[in-house]
């Protein structure tokens, strides 16, 4: 049995607790990127873990005339703590088919608190400004991924790497048509940021 004055304590603790805004009490901020940010997701998103963007720090996309208020940067190992999938497309760089493993563009934007609309907007956007549009209903039918490997190996950067956002065209029929050197228009490799 609880005391009178243990009891008027726990009631005035928690009286006090329910009348806090609800962001004083949950200070459950998605964490920081330990290691070098390789990709940052602005825009829509719910979960930011970094600061607004810095023109002196953020140099690529000041030159890019890029900026926001807030963002969710990942590093390597952020992205690769994600549930990981495979695919082995053919690809055009030597017609033959690789194995790429990376987590669903879907799931990095949910673990950056994005949850557009099917007709939504997705800007992948790589290191040298070339920039692809999809819409979120097309990265979901055609299970885009951002891979960070190829062939079992870490992609680097000067290759195709770091980050790679990218589709299995041969198992998308109107693309498997296609030649292969037309089917992978909205695959930026060297992907760096992420509009929503």
């Given at each position: 049995?609880?005391?009178?004055?243990?009891?008027?304590?726990?009631?005035?603790?928690?009286?006090?607790?329910?009348?806090?805004?609800?962001?004083a009490r949950v200070a459950h901020a998605p964490p920081a990127a330990r290691g070098p940010a390789?990709?940052?997701?602005?825009?829509?998103?719910?979960?930011?873990?970094?600061?607004?963007?810095?023109?002196?720090?953020?140099?690529?996309?000041?030159?890019?005339?890029?900026?926001?208020?807030?963002?969710?940067?990942?590093?390597?190992?952020?992205?690769?703590?994600?549930?990981?999938?495979?695919?082995?497309?053919?690809?055009?760089?030597?017609?033959?088919?690789?194995?790429?493993?990376?987590?669903?563009?879907?799931?990095?934007?949910?673990?950056?608190?994005?949850?557009?609309?099917?007709?939504?907007?997705?800007?992948?956007?790589?290191?040298?400004?070339?920039?692809?549009?999809?819409?979120?209903?097309?990265?979901?039918?055609?299970?885009?991924?951002?891979?960070?490997?190829?062939?079992?190996?870490?992609?680097?950067?000067?290759?195709?790497?770091?980050?790679?956002?990218?589709?299995?065209?041969?198992?998308?029929?109107?693309?498997?048509?296609?030649?292969?050197?037309?089917?992978?228009?909205?695959?930026?490799?060297?992907?760096?940021?992420?509009?929503?």
């Amino acid at each position: 049995m609880i005391s009178g004055m243990k009891k008027r304590q726990f009631l005035t603790t928690l009286a006090v607790a329910g009348a806090l805004p609800a962001t004083a009490r949950v200070a459950h901020a998605p964490p920081a990127a330990r290691g070098p940010a390789l990709l940052t997701v602005t825009g829509a998103i719910a979960k930011p873990n970094r600061g607004p963007f810095d023109p002196v720090s953020d140099q690529m996309m000041h030159k890019q005339k890029l900026g926001f208020d807030k963002a969710h940067a990942f590093d390597f190992a952020m992205l690769t703590a994600l549930p990981a999938r495979q695919i082995k497309p053919t690809l055009e760089y030597d017609g033959k088919p690789h194995t790429l493993r990376g987590p669903l563009l879907l799931d990095v934007l949910k673990a950056a608190g994005a949850t557009p609309p099917d007709g939504g907007k997705i800007v992948l956007r790589a290191v040298d400004g070339y920039a692809a549009s999809i819409t979120v209903a097309q990265a979901r039918a055609q299970r885009y991924i951002v891979a960070t490997h190829m062939d079992g190996a870490a992609m680097a950067l000067g290759g195709l790497g770091p980050l790679w956002a990218i589709y299995e065209a041969d198992k998308v029929p109107e693309m498997a048509k296609k030649p292969v050197q037309e089917r992978f228009g909205s695959c930026p490799w060297a992907l760096y940021h992420i509009e929503v």
